[in-house]
């Protein structure tokens, strides 16, 4: 399954390791500041596009961009992209910003670097997520197959 991943010549993606660093520190400083627990669990929420997003990855790799099966993944991908990210990130994100506001006025912060780094983590991934909403719209409306040749698009 994951021999295309692995193959002599495979080019890194800095921006999926990027995306996973950032992650990572998310979640990690959401379990180290109590303030931070609640936007730690919604940024995991948000990675539950990540799974057939990742798995659309490993169709297309494995010369499987196409047919039902790829259109449901990528069904399911732009549903759970565009309703959690930007149906339930962009609202929770602006409570939780000011409630941090709160605690840093009243000197309550855990850690105001940690705190810095989720505000800025919050602008970031929102407007890349709109971004990101955008090409996934663009792409259904014209109806491309995202991933696929013409040679799968014709089968």
């Not at 390791?17 to 948000?46: D, E, I, K, Q, Y």
């Not at 000011?98 to 602008?123: C, K, P, Q, V, W």
């Amino acid at each position: 399954v994951f021999k295309p991943l692995f193959e002599e010549g495979a080019k890194p993606d800095p921006a999926f390791v990027a995306h996973g660093a950032a992650c990572s520190l998310v979640f990690t400083f959401g379990l180290r500041a109590h303030f931070c627990h609640h936007m730690g669990a919604v940024m995991l929420l948000n990675e539950m596009s990540s799974v057939p997003f990742n798995l659309r990855k490993l169709m297309i790799l494995h010369q499987r961009g196409y047919g039902p099966l790829f259109k449901a993944v990528q069904l399911s991908f732009g549903l759970l992209f565009i309703g959690v990210r930007l149906g339930v990130m962009p609202g929770v994100s602006f409570l939780w910003c000011l409630d941090a506001y709160e605690y840093f006025r009243e000197g309550r912060l855990h850690s105001n670097a940690e705190a810095m780094f989720f505000f800025t983590m919050n602008i970031l991934l929102t407007g890349l997520n709109v971004i990101w909403a955008h090409i996934i719209v663009t792409t259904a409306i014209r109806g491309e197959q995202g991933g696929a040749t013409n040679k799968q698009k014709a089968i």
